[in-house]
Every structure is written in C-alpha cells, then in structure tokens.
C-alpha cells in the first residue's frame, strides 16, 4: 500500500498530526517503537483537560480514538531507515522491508542524557524532572534542588523559587560569577559548591562528597538532548542549535528544509511539553495535508 502520509514516532505529537489527516480521510501510516519521553513519570500536567493524568493513559486513549478512522495504520515497530525515493519517501521496517509514502512526518521525539550522578536516572520522571510547570507545583513548596548541568542551569535555579526553597547544586558544573550570584541571592536561592556523589532515598536525598546530606522534596536538571536517528539530516533538513542540545528547523507550519518532509514535538523545537506537542502536531498534520492538496511536484 502507499500511503499520503508516513509519520515516524506515535506519540503527543505524531497521534495530533495524525488526527488531522484522518479527519482529511487520507491514507496514513504511524509507526511507533512505544518509547515517549514521559514514559518514566506517573502523571502529566499543565494539559488542559487531561491535567495530572497517567501519561500513558492519555497516550492510549488518545491511540484509541485515532485508530477509530478507517484510513489509519498503525505499526508496532522501529523504524530503521528514511530515504527520499522518486514518488515520495521510503521508510524501512527490519528485514528489508519497505514502506512508501507521499509525504513524510518526523515525530521522533528527542533522548535525554542526566548528569552522571548515581540515583538520578533511577529517580527521573518521579522526583527529578527538568519541567517546573510540569511538576513544579505538586512539590507543595517544599525543599527543591537544582542540580546543575552547566551555567544554563541558573535558568532553572532563578525560576524555581516561586514553587520552593530553592538550593543550587552547582556539582563543578559551573562556578557563579559575582553578578549570578547576587541574582540568585534576590531570588532567596542557596548555593551548594560542594559536589555531589549521589542521590538516594525515596523522594531525593542529596549526598554530597563531604558526607553531608541534603534531603530534598524533588531535584530539577537541565538534560542534554539528541534527536535519536539520523534520517532528518540525512534526508537535507536543517538544524538549529537549542540550549540543550540540537533540533529539526522547521518553519511556523512544522514544514522542514526538505521538501515534503514535517516535523512536529520535540524533535522540532527547543523545548518541549505534551501540550506542545500536541499542538506542534496539528500543525504538521494540517500542512502536511495542504502540501497533499496543493504541491504538486
């Protein structure tokens, strides 16, 4: 079968842009390796209407509704391969197998790399978390801690005093100039050089190398993040380079430098959420099927 639209990646944003073209009654395929970001945490907020939702129910229902439209595939699979080919695009599926489509939508999502602390990954998604609006507000204003990444991380130390007493790890990750460390100050921020060995306990106890420890309702950190393939450039998108790692450039319409190629969620902005994707995702869906209507060449 040849689709209208291929879209990589089954999540917020790859199911919002499916909805679009299954309401346009399009042909298309979704092929999911079940793998979204938020998979490690238990609830979602700051999505209107779903708001402290299990993310992972919001997924599924949202995958229920969408597979109700009779011109939706859906496949259980990693991609392994995207090739622009004379009709189209090409997406290969293990064992040589080739998809074909029209037009192509890159929904991948992004990785994220912690800090190497002991206990922090153990603890992401459930009380370590790089989004204050997400999961700022459920720490109660109690004891929040900031462990540093790098000199970006006094982003996250300035913002989260209005959710908490705020401490910053600075871990050698970066030293605070005399100016950031009177901002930090106004803010009612305290400042921890010593660095720090490892996390444990049930919520976020931070050990620091000098034996103290610091017990913390919740910690925030600024990940570094990659886009997990290489198709996007391989295909001629451009990147642009975001505070915390790269992403898919795409115009106001999530159309990329690669004509007929889209992107949509995190792959393709420099920060993300699940209402943003969402959002990002209709927008791919709809020029996606604009493109459809309209490009002809």
Known sequence: M??????????YAGMSAGLQLARARRDI???????????FAKSSYGFLGQDGRDPGLIAADAREQLQRYPTVHWLNAEAQSAKRIEAGFSVGIGAGELLKGK????????????????????????????????????LDRGRIGVIASSELSMHHALMLPDWGETTLFT???????????SQL????????T??????RGDRANVVLEDGRIIAM?????????????????????????GPVGRFISTDAMKQTTAKGVFACGDAARAAGSVALSVGDGALAGTAAHRSLMFDND
């Open 2 to 11: 040849y689709f209208d639209v291929i879209i990589i990646g089954g999540s």
């Open 29 to 39: 395929l979704v092929v999911d390796a079940d793998e979204r970001r938020n998979r």
């Open 103 to 138: 037009r192509l939508i890159l929904a991948t999502g992004v990785v994220d790399r912690l800090p190497a602390i002991p206990g922090l990954q153990e603890r992401w998604g459930k009380s370590v978390f790089h989004c204050p609006y997400c999961h700022g507000y459920e």
């Open 171 to 181: 871990n050698g990750a970066f030293v605070p100039d005399a100016d950031q460390s």
């Open 185 to 192: 100050r106004a803010r009612g921020v305290t400042i921890e």
């Open 194 to 199: 010593a660095p720090v060995r490892e996390i």
């Open 217 to 241: 309702d919740g910690l925030f950190t600024l990940t570094q993040t990659s886009v997990p393939t290489p198709w996007a450039e391989q295909l001629g998108c451009a990147f642009e380079d």
